[in-house]
């Protein structure tokens, strides 16, 4: 999947503006897909120069107008085929991992803040999940729900690891790594 058919997929429950969708994303979709302005909007102008949504400017009194975007019946039916043809594979990209693959190399101060700040992430990932869960409005589909409690099942278990093993990273920051010894090649 990508932005776009993701943005599709928001506007197949109900129209919204980049700003709704920028919060779907950061609320129903926080522990699973990453998009910001600068990929949702350009998405949402493909989509409309493709016919799979439109858009009304809507302006308010005192407030600065706002698209709105509707998707058409091809958008819903180009979702319907990505939903059919998306293999379920399940993608993991984190830096987070990667500096803690890596711990032996850094010092124990920076590992300990790192840990810290990844912590922090994953509380505020709780918050965001449970903004979601109980906002006004409609309520959420059994698909909504699977994935807000499997999100909800991530984040318990990264945040119990994190607590319970940090030590192995941060004993391991203690020491020097050692080299290994180079070959010369005559």
């Given at each position: 999947m990508d932005?776009?058919?993701?943005?599709?997929?928001?506007?197949?429950r109900q129209d919204a503006s980049g700003y709704d969708i920028?919060?779907?994303?950061?609320?129903?979709?926080?522990?699973?897909?990453?998009?910001?302005?600068?990929?949702i909007y350009p998405a949402l102008a493909e989509l409309s120069n493709a016919g799979q949504v439109t858009c009304d400017e809507q302006y308010r009194h005192g407030k600065p107008g706002r698209k709105v975007y509707r998707v058409t019946e091809a958008g819903r039916k180009a979702f319907i085929a990505a939903l059919?043809?998306?293999?379920?594979?399940?993608?993991?990209?984190?830096?987070?991992?990667?500096?803690?693959?890596?711990?032996q190399l850094m010092p124990t101060d920076r590992l300990r803040a790192?840990?810290?700040?990844?912590?922090?992430?994953?509380?505020?990932?709780?918050?965001?999940?449970?903004?979601f869960e109980h906002r006004v409005g409609d309520p959420l589909s059994a698909g909504e729900r699977f994935v807000s409690g499997y999100g909800r099942a991530l984040l318990e278990a990264a945040r119990d690891y994190i607590r319970d093993n940090r030590h192995l990273v941060e004993q391991d920051g203690e020491r020097?790594?050692?080299?290994?010894?180079r070959r010369v090649i005559a």
């Open positions: 932005v776009k058919s993701l943005c599709l997929g928001v506007l197949c920028k919060k779907h994303f950061e609320t129903a979709f926080s522990h699973f897909f990453v998009a910001g302005f600068g990929s059919l043809d998306t293999e379920p594979r399940h993608k993991v990209r984190s830096e987070f991992l990667v500096l803690m693959y890596f711990a790192v840990l810290d700040q990844r912590s922090r992430e994953i509380e505020n990932l709780f918050v965001m999940v449970d903004e020097k790594p050692t080299r290994s010894p």
